[in-house]
Every structure is written in C-alpha cells, then in structure tokens.
C-alpha cells in the first residue's frame, strides 16, 4: 500500500490551493466503479466535482509526480478489469466534470460541440441530438465516458471516435510536462490528426495526460433521422445482451489477417458458455466474457489467458485482449 498519509497531504494541499467539492474515499472498492463490477480497494478514490476540476486536478497530477504517487485516471470504467489486490495510489475519478465545455463553434461546414471528459458518451450523443446534429449517434447505447471514448478510440457500427473528433483538451504530466515547452500544467489543444489514431488506438495511450475536453465535427441533420439511429443502436445491444450481465465488452481485439473477428473464432472452437470461477464467456457472444455472478478479477484474467490459449493452440492465432488489466496483480 502506498503511504496515505502522504496521499492525504496531497489532497490537503491541493485542496487548500484549489476548494473543490470532493468525493474522497480510502480503501474504496472499485467493484463499485466498474462496469464488470470486480476490482479491490484503491488506496484513495477521489471524484472532483464541478467547475473546480481542472484546476485541482492539475495540481493534483503535479503534486503526485513530485510525490512518486501513481494516479489511475478513471473514466466509466468500462474497458477496465481492476485486480482483486485493488489500485495503489490515487484512482482520479473524472466523472464529476460532465457537460458541454463552452460554446459550439463553426467547423467546416458544420458545427463543432465540446464536451467534458466526464460526459458519458450517450449523454453526448443525446445532447448532439438536442442540437439537430448529426455524427455522434454511433455512440448512443455505448457505455463510458467521451475521456474513455477518446483514449480509447472506441468504436462500433462503422464509425470510430477519430472520425468526427476536432480537437483534445489535455493536462499533460510527464516528466517534461508536455510538449513545446507548455508549462504544466496549463492545459493543451491538441488538434486531431486522424493518422495518429488507429484501431483502439489513440495517440494519448502514449503520453501520461489527463484528458479534459474534446471536440467533435457535427452536421445539421434531421432530428426524427438522428433519433431514429439512436435507437436502432440502443436496440441492436439490448438485443445482442449487452446489458444482460457485467462485462466491459469485446475482450479481445479483431485482426483483420485471422480473416474472422475473435468472436466467431471463439464460437467456432465450441467456447461459449466456457467458465472459470464466476467468469463465463457470454452464451450470447463469443468475445464477451461477463461476470455471472460472484466473479474474481482472476477469474475473468484466467478465463481471458484460457480462451486465447486454446484459439493459439488450435488455430495458431495470438488474440490480443482489449480489455485493460489495471491496478495491482502482484
Ligand atoms: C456492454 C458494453 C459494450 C461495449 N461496447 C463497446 C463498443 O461497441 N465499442 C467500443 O469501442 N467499446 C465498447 N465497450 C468498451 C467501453 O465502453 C469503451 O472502451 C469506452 O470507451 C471506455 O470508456 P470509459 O470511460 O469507461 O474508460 P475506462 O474503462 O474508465 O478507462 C479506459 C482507459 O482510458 C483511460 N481514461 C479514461 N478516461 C480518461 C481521461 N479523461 N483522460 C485520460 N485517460 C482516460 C483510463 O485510464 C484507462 O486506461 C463496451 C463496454 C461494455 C460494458
């Protein structure tokens, strides 16, 4: 375990140089802040709230680098498997700063909408929708947040978070605090540059940032049609079982050279229903593993090392997990 007396005269000083309303709680479970619902005690989970957020956190970031105290920043935890030994140092809570981050600009021909990095992605989807624009109905029914989204790079139904992003709004911490000489922690534009993304991959995957904010390129649209789209999605996952069970989705990326998506290779393999503990690859999807009740963080690591194991040993292909193992697995 970290020192929290030492995470405590962090937070003391941040909060002295930077009120801010503040969910502070040691030993938390992050069961409780997943959506696989696994994971054990952070040493200390702190949830900033409101217009407060950016300043503490930065000062925040800044005073656990000095400390040697690691920060895990927290979106929907929605793509995480938190270990049962739980997350040393300091678990950033982001999703207390939520909404639209000033004003929607012009774009193109269209208009660009900034959000939060708290926001939840259908929030943003549905206040897209509100404002008779159109490009961020992909995300409606998608769990997490736009900062998890962005990092990320999530994506489904064809379209991908570097499609429509504009621009990203980020703390940097590293040693050098950022690039061309900004001082931390002021905050940086990072305009996006759609070849720096990938497949699940984002540019901020490699440097230690905070996302704040991001920025999407929206068109005027029809409201009944972006509502429209909206919904099939939100209806395609109920009835693909997504919300059936915890999960944090695809667990395994697809490589396009395997000529099939993991899924189907898992299903063609006969490992639908294969379980460990409380994990269970989902009846309904071969790529889905979900917690059916009483599951370990272990399990669902052992389960995850299991299924790609046979699908190597049978096939010759190496899936690579999606899903983030964080926090301390000894
Ligand atoms: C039922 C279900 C269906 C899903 N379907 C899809 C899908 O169709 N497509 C898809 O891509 N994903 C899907 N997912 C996975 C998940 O919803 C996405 O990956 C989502 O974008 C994760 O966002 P999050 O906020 O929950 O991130 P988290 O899980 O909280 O974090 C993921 C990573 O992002 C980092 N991070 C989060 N916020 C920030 C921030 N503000 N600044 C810096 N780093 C940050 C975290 O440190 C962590 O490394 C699904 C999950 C579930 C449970």
Redesign the pocket.
Known sequence: MVNQDRIRRIIDACQREHPCGLELIYNEPMAAHT?FKVGGPADCYVKPLGDGFPAFAARLLRAARADGTPV?????????VVSDRGIRGIVLD?SGWTGEAGKGGRFGNGLALTFR?GTS?DDAAEKAAAAGLSGLEFLAG????I???V??N???YEREIADVLTETGILDFSEDGGSKGEAFPGILRVPADKAAFGY?RSP?QNRP???LSAGFALKPGRGREIRNEMEAHRRD?EARG??RYP????VFRNNRTFGKPSGKIIDELGLRGLRIGGAQVAPCHGNIIINAGGAAAADIRALTGELAARVKAATGFVLEPEI?F?GDWG
């Open positions: 959506t895990f920043i927290l979106g929907g935890g929605a793509n995480i982001t990095c992605a998608m769990p997490g947040s900062g998890g989204a990092w990320m999530a994506r489904c699940k901020f940032c905070l996302i996952r997504h919300y999960s944090a989705g695809s983030l964080v």
